[in-house]
C-alpha cells in the first residue's frame, strides 16, 4: 500500500507541473501579440457631412481603414487604403497622442465601450470599433 500511495503522489505531482508549465506557456504566448488594438472605421464626419459604413460601402470603401496600435509605442493609420505608419503615446484625459505619415498630427479617445474617436491635423473625426 505504501508503494500505491508514492505512485500517486508521483502522478499527482506531475500533473501539477504539467498543468503549470501549461499555464506558464499561454501567459508567454499572450505576451507575444504586440498590438494593444485593432480598430475600424464605421463612421467619418468632416464638416457638416457625415458618411456611415453603409455610405462608404456604397462609394465602393467596403474597409474604409483602420487604427492599430502596437505596445512597442508604434502604429498604423489606415484611410482608404492610404498607410502610414506612426508613434503613439498617451497624454493627459486618457488622450492618445499621433504622430503619422509626414509628421501629421492626430488625437484619439478611448470610449468606455471601447469604441475609439480619431481625430485627423484636418479636423476629420472617424469614428472607429474592434
Not at 14 to 31: D, E, H, P, Q, W
Amino acid at each position: 500500500m505504501g508503494k500505491e500511495l508514492r505512485v500517486k503522489k508521483t502522478d499527482m505531482k506531475k500533473r501539477i507541473l504539467t498543468m503549470a508549465l501549461l499555464l506558464v506557456m499561454a501567459l508567454v504566448m499572450s505576451g507575444c501579440d504586440e498590438n494593444v488594438g485593432y480598430w475600424q472605421i464605421y463612421e467619418i464626419n468632416a464638416g457638416d457631412v457625415v458618411m456611415t459604413k453603409d455610405d462608404m460601402s456604397h462609394m465602393g470603401f467596403d474597409n474604409p481603414g483602420f487604427v492599430k496600435l502596437q505596445k512597442s509605442g508604434k502604429c498604423v493609420i489606415n484611410i482608404f487604403g492610404e498607410e502610414s505608419e506612426g508613434t503613439w503615446k498617451e497624454g493627459e484625459d486618457q488622450e492618445i497622442a499621433i504622430i503619422y505619415g509626414d509628421d501629421l498630427k492626430g488625437s484619439a479617445v478611448l470610449d468606455e465601450d471601447g469604441t475609439m474617436t480619431f481625430l485627423d491635423f484636418q479636423g476629420t473625426q472617424y469614428k472607429l470599433t474592434k
